[in-house]
Every structure is written in C-alpha cells, then in structure tokens.
C-alpha cells in the first residue's frame, strides 16, 4: 500500500507557483521522499527526492517539514506543459524497496 | 544520451496467447523495473532486475515473467494471456539498487481480445 495521502486533484493559474502537498506521517528516519510525474500517455518522470533538507533542482523544489511528516513540491512558474498526475512516493535507499504509486494529484494547469 | 526505449509501443493479442515485451535501458543503468498500469488499479509493480537476477516482485500471477542480459536489456513474458492482462506496460532503469531515481519508457500498450 502507498505510504502518502495526496489530493486528487488542484488547479492552478498558468504563470503561477503550483505547490502540490503530500502527507507522509509514518514515514520512517531511512526513507527519502520522491517526486514523479506522468504527463498523459507518457511514462512517469523523475522529478526531484529528498530526506530531510529542502531540496531545488531545475524543475523544482521539495519541501519537506522539520517532522517529515509532510512535504510540498513547488513548480516555480507552472507552464501548460506542467498539467500532469504527480505522485508523491516513500521509500528506502535499501537495494530490494520497490516504488509503490499512489493515485497521485492530478494537477491541471489553467491558461 | 539515449533514454529507455521499449518495443513494440502497441500490440493486440489474443486471449490464451504470449507475448515478449522488450526494453533497453538507459546506456550504464544495470537495473530494470518493469510496472503495469491500468485505468482501475494504477501504475502496479511487476519486479526488478539487477545484474540478471530478479531482485524484487510484485504481487502477480506465474503467468508474468522477465529475465535480464548482460547487456541490461530486459524482457517481460506473460503467458495465457487474460482480457484483464491489458494495460500500459512500462519499463524503468536506473543506475542500480536502492535510491537511485528511475527513469521511464514511453511503455507498451498491450490490447488483448
């Protein structure tokens, strides 16, 4: 079973900061917090991961909180091309933890 | 650098029939997972391979099986084919075990009639 709690679904205004949360409250001190996201029709794309630091690369940020028991994904300027599902997933650095999806928050980008 | 490519993208098959699914991962990634998803259960996980040998395996039937080269390459059989066997396969790579980020394939739709 998924390990997150993610709305179903979120709107937000082209141009605009899009935060998507996720609630992770039995997340144990080994796991990290990954991002994906799959745009319709297409595979699931890496986004971003974190353990505990507030993480930023080129598509994103990641916050997480000082419990880690929540964490919110920040696409600074959301374009259309950001309308997508994102899954926010738990797991382990250990070499046989699977990815376990969720369904995810399907998040659409209005013009 | 090339990303995961999988053959074919779209295949009908029959009930009672196999079919061989095919992926090359990301040039130096050695391990290859493979999901299955569908409109009503989501994006499931099918195993995952590492330097030939199945290290991880989801909750599926016998009738789902994979091996991997020593190239990397991966294929996944499935076998007798079921109406309920249609979905959207897809295949990731990484550059190993544990918490590297994964990368897709575009997937295979498999129609089965």
């Known amino acids: 079973d998924a390990k997150t709690t993610q709305p179903t679904s979120m709107d937000c205004a082209e141009g605009r900061a899009a935060n998507l949360p996720c609630n992770h409250s039995?997340?144990?001190?080994?796991?990290?917090v990954y991002w994906y996201r799959q745009i319709h029709s297409q595979g699931p794309q890496y986004i971003i991961h974190g353990l505990k630091n507030n993480e930023t690369n080129e598509m994103a940020s990641l916050i997480i909180t000082e419990d880690r028991k929540s964490s919110t994904l920040i696409l600074p300027h959301a374009t259309l091309r950001d309308t997508a599902v994102y899954y926010c997933?738990?797991?382990?650095?250990?070499?046989?933890?699977?990815?376990?999806f969720g369904t995810g928050t399907r998040l659409t980008i209005i013009p | 650098k090339a990303g995961v490519t999988q053959t074919p993208r779209y295949l009908i098959k029959t009930r009672g029939q196999q079919v061989t699914l095919s992926c090359s991962p990301i040039s130096g990634h050695r391990s290859v997972s493979w999901y299955q998803q569908t409109p009503g259960q989501g994006l499931q996980f099918l195993f995952e391979y590492f330097s030939e040998t199945q290290r991880n395996k989801g909750n599926f039937p016998g009738r789902f099986s994979g091996r991997q080269f020593s190239n990397s390459r991966s294929e996944m059989n499935v076998s007798t084919l079921e109406l309920g066997d249609s979905a959207l396969y897809l295949c990731?790579?990484?550059?190993?075990?544990?918490?590297?980020?994964?990368?897709f394939g575009p997937g295979t739709r498999l129609t089965v009639t």
């Open positions: 997933i738990v797991r382990t650095d250990f070499g046989n933890e699977k990815l376990t």
């Open positions: 990731a790579s990484s550059l190993g075990l544990g918490r590297y980020e994964q990368y």
């Open positions: 039995t997340i144990s001190g080994n796991e990290y």
